[in-house]
């Protein structure tokens, strides 16, 4: 295939930028925590060293939402695959620190090297995929190009581009034809993307609808300790929990929850903030309307009665599922796309969210269509929905009861994609 002029001039581009880029990230990572070891891992230099059996299937995806969509699909692969190794790169420190906690059997992480011929080269020699899967919109030309020119198979997984970003591609169909031809195969989220995927120029034999990776997640962890010293102090008190909340979504929870202490005087909100540095603003308003609240951060429990908790720490969400029978889930009040209901239902729990759902639309319309979700508008009808819940055993029973089907189905569709990627990147002969 003809190279493009415009993929010489990112060529170049590269090599003007490539070690200020450098200098950036490895000083932004060191001022994140990260040792000088990892930081270089940036520049291709490998901080573990590469299996020497099986197979070694590389995954790169962009910051944490991305990598921790496709754990549980390197761990289904990982079964399908008794001797193939994993390897996951991502960008930044959160989602190392939260994917290291996480990574399945015979997985690695590192940090993804730029996108400039030294640090790739150097990564590429020393790991030396057999495959390489990448993640929604990780579309490096450079990276793509230098990894597909070693005859590495390779996939897309989770195809998704903001319509900026597809413009964009569609006014240089060259170039974009030269990036998106790497594929052995495309799998995007919906139709919709499917056809933008088309009209992008990626090559139509190889262009499939898969499904959204985020919604087949894998379990969130829980912490056996913050269970058992948290059921100590609740003492049996009924509890909901609102997670992942965004700026104004707040004060509809904490209204809504004013409204449930009538009824149910013992009740605990369990609080969870997208960003938990938020913390105060918070305070401010559960103190405005005169409840007590204790504080995670601080090192508190419920254990003195409080209405509220405010669990304003990262990585602990799962074990806050696993204390409720309902959740709702925030970023949906405003138009912000929602969060991942599946991880709810794995819990066992029903996921309310509002109507601003657009990062999992066919998720939520799915597990709606099953009673594992309901969707909500305003104060009123989120109060309806969790005291539904509060006061109806069959109600609960109902939804656990989808919510186990849901979770059934999207295990058989995660075993397709599996077993999908495994043919088409030739992962059923015998390794190197």
């Given amino acids: 295939m003809r190279v493009p002029p415009l993929f010489y001039v990112y060529v170049a581009a590269t090599v003007v930028l490539a070690p200020f880029a450098a200098y950036l990230e490895i000083k932004k990572l060191r001022r994140q925590g990260v040792s000088a ?5 940036k520049m291709g230099h490998a901080s573990q060293p590469r299996s020497g059996s099986g197979h070694l299937i590389w ?35 959160t989602s190392a620190q939260l994917v290291s906690k996480r990574l399945p059997p015979r997985t690695v992480h590192q940090f993804a090297p730029l996108d400039a011929r030294g640090p790739l080269t150097r990564f590429l020699k020393h790991w030396r995929p057999d495959a390489a899967i990448f993640v929604e919109s990780e579309l490096w030309p450079r990276m793509l190009r230098m990894t597909h ?41 919906n139709d919709e993307m499917a056809q ?12 499939a609808r898969g499904t959204n990776l985020k919604s087949l997640s894998a379990p969130l962890p829980t912490d056996p300790a913050v269970l058992a010293q948290s059921r100590a102090a609740l003492k049996g008190r009924p509890v909901w929990v609102a997670a992942s909340t965004h700026p104004g979504e707040e004060a509809t929870v904490l209204d809504a929850h004013a409204n449930l202490l009538v009824y149910h005087p013992d009740l605990v909100l369990i609080l969870v903030p997208r ?3 938020r913390r105060d603003e918070i305070v401010k308003l559960i ?50 796309g929602g969060h991942n209901p599946f991880e709810v239902v794995q819990a066992g729990a029903v996921a309310i969210s509002g109507p601003h759902v657009t990062n999992f639309a066919e998720t939520f319309a799915d597990m709606q269509a099953k009673g594992a979700a309901q969707i909500v508008a305003d104060t009123r009808a989120l109060t309806d929905a969790v005291a539904t ?39 059923e002969e015998d390794p190197r």
């Fill in 37 to 41: 070891l990892r930081a270089h891992e």
């Fill in 59 to 93: 995954f790169h995806a962009a910051s944490v939402g991305e990598s921790l969509s496709v754990l549980a699909l390197i761990a289904k692969m990982g079964e399908m695959l008794p001797r193939a190794h994993f390897l996951i790169t991502s960008g930044t420190a």
């Fill in 149 to 189: 020119e070693r005859g590495t198979p390779m996939a897309l997984v989770n195809a998704r581009l903001s319509a900026k970003s597809r413009a964009t591609w569609v006014r240089y169909p060259a170039l974009a034809s030269f990036i998106l031809g790497v594929f052995d195969l495309i799998l995007t989220q």
């Fill in 196 to 207: 933008a995927m088309v009209d992008m120029h990626a090559p139509v034999d190889r262009v």
């Fill in 275 to 277: 960003h938990p540095d």
């Fill in 287 to 336: 103190r405005a309307r005169e409840m007590s609240v204790a504080i995670r951060s601080e090192g508190s429990l419920p254990r003195n009665g409080e209405a509220v908790y405010l669990a304003d720490t990262l990585g602990e969400l799962g074990s806050w599922y696993a204390l409720t029978d309902m959740v709702f889930l925030g970023g949906s009040l405003h138009p912000i």
């Fill in 389 to 427: 819940l509060l006061d109806s055993h069959a109600a609960r029973f109902s939804a656990h009861q989808a919510a186990e089907t849901v979770v059934r189905d999207k295990s058989n569709a995660l075993s397709q994609i599996a077993s999908r990627l495994i043919h088409m990147l030739r992962l």
